[in-house]
């Protein structure tokens, strides 16, 4: 079966320090990657997209990540975090034949002064 | 723009209750989409639809119906509210597919509460 899996449910750092968030998703040929950002009481919102070329694909506020195929994974990073990076994260992953977005369970980010 | 709006922010129902969240876009996209976030769980596709009159199940879709009577507004109905639909709903919107380049754009969210 399609699948999503955020390896962190939380994840509290210090600021201004670096942070990765980790995400896998079961293999396919085609797929499509994307991390949404959930703000407290707010919908969600693109962070960044991977649909094709280049496996480093940079979003905004700071962040990216980085396709890798062998290990079907799609790990957000960003090199120092701010207090405002307080939310909760989502992978997901849409496949070719049903176009539907298939999210992960989120990860919450929580950054300290 | 305003984007994506949804109403009520905030409801309480009584079991076998029914109530209609309300999901308006004025973006123009042809794909609209109901998702349930439960805690935990990320998000489930309840229905989706690929424009007006044309809508189809997702993941949850049991216990809801949808209809898609203009572009802009994609309501979301609960005939017989249980406690299992007590979650957090987002309606989202995009132009074509997610598959392709095109983003969903999300909703505010209803917070649903079934007693």
């Known amino acids: 079966a399609q699948s999503v899996t955020q390896l962190d449910s939380q994840v509290p750092v210090f600021e201004e320090a670096p942070v990765e968030l980790r995400c896998n998703y079961s293999s396919s040929v085609s797929v499509y990657l994307f991390w949404y950002v959930q703000y407290p009481n707010q919908g969600l919102q693109l962070l960044l997209k991977y649909l094709s070329g280049s496996t480093l694909v940079k979003g905004i506020n700071g962040f990216e990540a980085e396709f890798n195929k062998s290990q079907t994974s799609f790990h957000l990073r960003k090199p120092s975090v701010h207090i405002s990076d307080t939310a909760e994260y989502f992978c997901a992953v849409a496949y070719n034949q049903g176009g539907k977005l298939i999210f992960g369970q989120g990860t919450e980010l929580s950054v300290k002064p | 723009n305003a984007g994506v709006t949804q109403t009520p922010k905030f409801r309480i129902l009584k079991i076998g209750q029914s109530m209609t969240l309300q999901c308006t876009q004025d973006m123009n996209h042809n794909y609209m989409y109901w998702y349930r976030q439960d805690p935990g769980m990320g998000l489930k596709l309840i229905y989706y639809s690929v424009g007006a009159g044309i809508t189809d199940k997702g993941e949850v879709p049991n216990g809801y119906n949808v209809s898609r009577s203009t572009t802009e507004d994609f309501p979301l109905r609960l005939e017989l509210a249980a406690p299992s639909q007590t979650s957090v709903y987002f309606c989202?919107?995009?132009?074509?597919?997610?598959?392709?380049?095109?983003?969903?754009?999300f909703g505010p969210g209803t917070r649903l509460t079934v007693l």
């Open positions: 989202a919107s995009s132009y074509g597919r997610a598959s392709s380049t095109d983003t969903q754009y």
